[in-house]
C-alpha cells in the first residue's frame, strides 16, 4: 500500500486485499476528486496522450507500463531479488548477453 500512496498520492481512495484465490492480490481504486476523467492517472494513458500516431500511441503506452511494473517490483522485491529481476529482463531480450 506504501508503493500505491506513492504513486497515486491524494487520488487513491481504496485498496482490497484478495485471500481467498490461488494468488494472493491486491485492488485498488484512486479517483479524480472533481468527479472527472481519471485517464490522466494512469500510467499508460498519460504517455500515450502526447504520441502522434496510434504506433507512437501503443509503443508510449507499453513502455509506460513496463516502467510501472518495474517500479513496483523494485519497491516490493528490493536488492534481495536483483537476479531475478536481471533474469526476467534478460528472457524478455532486454538486457545484452554477458557473451555478446
Known sequence: MEWLQTEFGEH???V???????????????????GGNVKHLHP???????AQTPKEQRLA???AMRAFQDRFWEHVAGPRLDSLVWGRA???????????
Not at 482490497?16 to 472533481?34: G, I, Q, R, Y
Not at 534478460?90 to 555478446?100: P, T
Request: net charge negative.
Open 12 to 14: 487513491l481512495r481504496s
Open 16 to 34: 482490497a486485499e484478495h485471500t481467498d484465490e490461488v494468488h494472493a492480490h491486491l485492488h485498488f481504486c484512486a479517483v479524480n476528486p472533481d
Open 44 to 50: 499508460g494513458f498519460r504517455a500515450a496522450k502526447d
Open 61 to 63: 503506452y507499453n513502455t
Open 90 to 100: 534478460a528472457s524478455a531480450g532486454r538486457v545484452a548477453s554477458a557473451g555478446a
